[in-house]
């Protein structure tokens, strides 16, 4: 069995570890309890979630003298939702928690970053407990303290900063994920590699099985730990590095309805368009466009914009996204593979001409 890693996300005050191991499921109940985090908590799930994994977290919280109360919900992007945070928070005032409790959002990005908000709201803020059970929530959503839920006008753009009080990922939860959510966890591994770490396209070209996912699970969340150490409310816009992929990816999942595409389809889909723009706006060599779309083609992620979603449908979403500033569209560009810069000179025509090469067959 691989050994555990921690990686410390470094910030004032509320600096805090993350630890990742095989079958450390159970260590959830002793770490919150030597953390002094509180006599009594609510376990946010979803209903898979809850099948599969929630035993082991009830127990071991339970046995560390922890009261649990459990909010079970259903699984999906359409939980993040204004009904289903009332409906948490109410049963969290209804099950007797109060300010000297806290959350424990075990799941995926659903469910972490709607647990996220509701610790952050509950009482005017309780800590949160991040127990993350998919590959985008263990390297992306359960690290840097971003919750949120979505309305009808977009995606995310109602939420809080409430870094968690510890995160645990267990890599042996991904071993029952469906083959898509498992694989769109590696559109966020890809986009970190193209961000800030190239060789590591190498490693996940060479995986070869959901074993020994430690190592690679922790490179991430380090790469995750180091941008939000730099920039934790994605002032200064090293954060928004991190959405490479995500200004056209955002627009395609919103445009083409709820339950189309994964969350990590479309950022595949987003980053082909954004690389496209890269190659065009800051000189990326075309092999350095191929070499990404390669190790998404290995995880079957796609990168061809299906018939049927519109390129108006597209751009209206992506006038209503946060990612626009004072009118203007900014996008994530790379000069080469781990050199991104905030680009503001994309005009509508270059989107146009992005999309249209979506539709290309990629050749790879
Ligand atoms: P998700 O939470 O919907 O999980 C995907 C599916 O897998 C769900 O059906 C879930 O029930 C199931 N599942 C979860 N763990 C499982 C397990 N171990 N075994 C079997 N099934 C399991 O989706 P996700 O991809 O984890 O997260 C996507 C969400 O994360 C989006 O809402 C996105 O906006 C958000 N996100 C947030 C951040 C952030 O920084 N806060 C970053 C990236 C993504
Ligand atoms: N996933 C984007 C961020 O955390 O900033």
């Not at 995986?207 to 690679?216: F, G, I, M, S, T």
């Not at 990590?264 to 075309?286: H, T, W």
Request: overall charge negative; some cysteine; hydrophobic content about 45%.
């Amino acid at each position: 069995m691989a050994e555990e890693q921690r990686v410390t996300v470094g910030l004032p005050d509320r600096g805090y570890e993350v630890r990742i191991g095989e079958d450390i499921l159970r260590e959830v109940g002793p770490e919150a309890a030597a953390r002094r985090l509180g006599p009594h908590c609510a376990i946010l799930t979803d209903e898979n979630v809850e099948t599969l994994h929630l035993d082991v977290v009830v127990e071991s919280l339970q046995s560390a003298g922890i009261v649990t109360h459990v909010v079970v919900l259903p699984p999906g992007e359409g939980t993040k939702s204004f009904a289903h945070l009332e409906g948490a928070l109410r049963t969290l005032v209804r099950s007797g928690l109060d300010r000297h409790g806290f959350v424990v959002a075990l799941g995926g990005g659903v469910i972490g970053d709607l647990g996220g908000l509701v610790a952050a709201l509950f009482y005017r803020g309780i800590p949160c407990v991040q127990v993350p059970t998919t590959v985008v929530a263990q390297v992306d959503s359960s690290v840097g303290g971003k919750t949120a839920i979505d309305i009808p006008e977009g995606k995310n753009l109602v939420g809080a900063f409430l870094q968690p009080a510890f995160v645990l990922a267990d890599t042996r939860t991904l071993q029952t994920l469906p083959p898509r959510a498992w694989a769109e966890g590696f559109a966020e591994i890809i986009k970190h590699a193209a961000i800030r770490d190239p060789e590591m396209l190498d490693t996940v070209d060479a995986l070869e099985d959901r074993n020994d996912l430690v190592a690679l699970i922790a490179r991430n969340v380090a790469i995750k730990a180091r941008v939000v150490e730099e920039d934790e409310l994605e002032t200064s816009g090293v954060r928004a590095y991190l959405n490479f992929g995500h200004t056209i990816g955002h627009a395609i999942e919103t445009a083409a309805g709820e339950g189309t595409l994964l969350h990590g389809e479309a950022v595949s889909l987003g980053m082909r368009a954004e690389l496209f723009l890269s190659e065009r706006k800051c000189g990326l060599p075309a092999a350095s466009t191929t070499r990404v779309l390669s190790s998404l083609r290995r995880f079957d992620l796609p990168v061809v914009l299906e018939a049927g979603l519109d390129d108006e449908a597209i751009l209206a979403t992506m006038a209503r996204d946060k990612k626009f500033e004072g009118g203007q569209m900014r996008f994530v560009l790379l000069s080469a593979l781990g050199a991104p810069q905030i680009h503001r000179e994309v005009s509508l025509a270059d989107v146009r001409d992005a999309l249209a090469v979506l539709r290309e067959p990629c050749g790879v």
